[in-house]
């Protein structure tokens, strides 16, 4: 069940390259995190596996991406795939328990209301459960995306930053919430983040992505909680000095 990105280049014109032959994989249930400076293709590359660059008439790409040895196309009309994007996106209209029922309501495929029962208490919500997006804080629709995300029990979920705009009280709960759900349906995660600390805590891996657009490193996170902070401190040197080339470049 691994996901495999093959040789990803991508543009929006001919003018600039913004993914080039990017390679790299995810182990079934694992969470991998890219990195990056702004502009490196990151958001670029989630998008084109969840499906929303696919035009190949109006964009340039090439390559593949497959999941479980099968063309990534498949997990979405299955709808075994979830984005979660940076804003949380929730419908006004609705109330959180509606919210996260969404994915099932338009599937179709199931209607297991214990288990949108389960995912409201794993985040925390059942109190608020019937209160609309006006009524809830920042952290709180974050929760409720989250728990949305899990309503049709991904193999594959896609994180665009979701977390950016939290104070750190929220997110570690969230971090927390996003560990336990990934273990309980066995979630493979690719997380596009920005926070160096963010990515060492959540992830089994990390890859950089170069101002070239191409992957200038991978490392696994492993160790104590010292030789991660160690990592995340050889990663951090990484993107310093692509965010100097780029401002070497426009002089």
Known sequence: MTLKVNNISFSYNKDKQVLNEVSFQLEKAKTTCIMGISGSGKSTLLRIIAGFLSDEKKYFYSGN????????????????????????????????????????????KFNDQQHIDNLIQS????DSETKLPNALSGGMKTRTSLARSFANLPDLLLLDEPFSALDIGW?????????E??????TTVLLVSHDIEEAAKLSDVIVVLGSNGKLIRQVAITG????????????????????????????
Do not use: C, W
């Not at 985040?123 to 059942?126: A, M, Q, R, T």
């Not at 010292?226 to 002089?251: G, P, Y």
């Open 171 to 179: 997110k570690n709960n969230l971090y927390n919430e996003l560990a």
């Open 65 to 108: 991406i497959s999941f479980a040895d099968k063309s990534i196309d498949s997990l979405r009309s299955n709808g075994k795939l979830s984005f979660m994007f940076q804003e949380p996106s929730l419908l006004p209209n609705l109330t959180v328990r509606e919210n996260i029922s969404l994915p099932l309501r338009i599937t179709k």
């Open 224 to 251: 104590n909680e010292f030789e991660k902070r160690e990592i995340a401190n050889s990663l951090r040197q990484d993107i310093i000095s692509e965010h100097q080339k780029v401002i070497e470049a426009a002089k």
């Open 123 to 126: 985040v925390g919500l059942k």
């Open 181 to 186: 759900l990934k273990s309980k349906y066995n």
